[in-house]
Each structure stands twice: as C-alpha cells, then as structure tokens.
C-alpha cells in the first residue's frame, strides 16, 4: 500500500475574477490529471465566503511532488495556466492522513451492507470447512487453530468497514502479513482460494448484487495476491501500516 500525500492549497480570489480563476483552472487541470504522480484532486468554493476556494491534491508522495512533478513538463503547462493567481495563495501545505477514516452512513460500507459480524463468522466457518477438504489447499491450513476462522472474519470485517477488531486485537497489518512469511504459496492455491471463498459467499447468504460482489471480489483478489507475494522468498516486510479500507469502487451500492 502506498502512503499518499495530501496537498491544500487555499485561495482568496476577488469575486471579479473569480470567473477567470475557474477557466484558468479548467484548463491547469488538464496537465495535471495527466503528471503520473497525482492522483486525484478537487478545486472547492467555499459556500460561506465566495471568494474563498481550496484545491485539494493527492500525491503519490510528497517527493514525487516536488522532485518530479515540479521538474515536469506537467508542472510548466500548469503552472502557465494559474501563475496569474500566485500571489493570492493564502495556503500551500502537505498533510499525511492518519488512521481516522470513514464513511459517512449515506453511503453503507461494505460490512454493513453484507450484514455485519454475523455474517463474516459464517462466511469464514464455511470457508475453512471447504479448504480443509480441498487436496489443494488443506496442506496450507493443516495445522489451524480453532480460532483462526473468527480472526479471519474480523480481518475482513475491518477491511470492508467494520469494527477495528483485527487491528486491537491481534496486530493489525503486520501480523496479518506475518502469517505469511515462508508459506510458499502457489498460483494454483490463490485461485482455488479465491473460488472457495466466492462458493462460500453464496452458501452463507451473502448479498449477491453485483455491486457488492465486483467489490467483495476486488479484495479477495489484491489480498490473495499480496498473500503470495509475502509468502515467497524474496517479500520484504512492509512499513507498519493500518489495515485496508475497501469501498464500493466505480460502482455504489445498489438501492432498488
């Protein structure tokens, strides 16, 4: 996972150019949804002040903002664009986020949309009865304690929104990661893994919608993958780093 960094830069425009400011910003924002190392961002207007507004940016890394996206072609169509307003920048600063993060309840997570604790014990319960009578993957969980499918569920409970369960109680991240280290897991076994635990979503009564399932899938995916990576010979701890959120994706949650 990578450790973005966020940039806010806030403005204070007289209302008479304010018209300008937005057409020169339209078109700064063509360079810089192009330079590789952003990765989102978003010009607001304040509602209680119009001559207020904040350009929120999303780096890749505070270095590659400033070693590589200023020293870009990237940087001098941009900056050609908004240089006229240089000199009303109030505000020009990187924060790093931290582990305060959520959701609002107008969009539910993917935890509660599924049916929350509940549900996730269930899935993993019937997971585990399934690999340990698969010839492949059995060798892998062999040797299991009994708990293991309840931390399993609370790992992906916290992934998908939930309670930070995993996090307080058994290590967060790195313990998950540490789990596989020198497991030497195959291809074949991922995907057999990520077939059973799609078998065992529908057994436990999962929503089914395609919403939820493109998104449930995506995880299961990039976190299997990242299993073997770490499995293998060469994997590298990573820095301590708080457990995935996963959200909806492109797709929100379907609302008949």
Not at 132 to 160: I, S, T, Y
Request: negative net charge; hydrophobic residues 40%; charged residues 25%.
């Amino acid at each position: 996972m990578t450790a973005h960094t966020v940039e806010y830069i806030r403005y204070r425009i007289p209302s008479e150019r304010s018209a300008e400011f937005l057409s020169a910003y339209t078109r700064a924002a063509v360079p810089l949804a192009a330079a590789p190392q952003c990765v989102d961002f978003e010009l607001a207007r304040c509602e209680e002040d119009f001559e207020h507004f904040i350009l929120r940016i999303t780096w890749t890394s505070t270095k590659d903002h400033l070693e590589g996206f200023r020293g870009s072609e990237h940087f001098r169509e941009f900056f050609a664009e908004i240089r006229p307003y240089a000199e009303n920048i109030e505000e020009m600063r990187h924060y790093t986020p931290s582990a305060v993060r959520g959701t609002g309840a107008s969009t539910p997570t993917l935890y509660t949309w599924a049916g929350g604790a509940e549900k996730f014990e269930r899935l993993t319960e019937i997971f585990y009865d399934k690999a340990l009578k698969d010839d492949l993957l059995a060798p892998l969980f062999a040797d299991l304690p009994a708990e293991h499918a309840l931390h399993v569920a609370q790992w992906l409970g916290e992934v998908l929104g939930g309670p930070a369960m995993y996090s307080q109680e058994h290590g967060g991240h790195p313990h998950m990661v540490g789990k596989h280290l020198g497991k030497g897991i195959t291809e074949p076994q991922r995907r057999r893994w990520v077939n059973l635990m799609q078998d065992a979503a529908d057994d436990a009564g999962l929503p089914t919608d395609a919403e939820f399932r493109s998104a449930f899938l995506a995880y299961i995916e990039w976190g299997t993958r990242l299993a073997v990576y770490f499995s293998g010979p060469d994997a590298a701890r990573p820095t301590d780093q708080p457990v995935p959120l996963w959200n909806w994706g492109a797709a929100p949650p379907y609302q008949p």
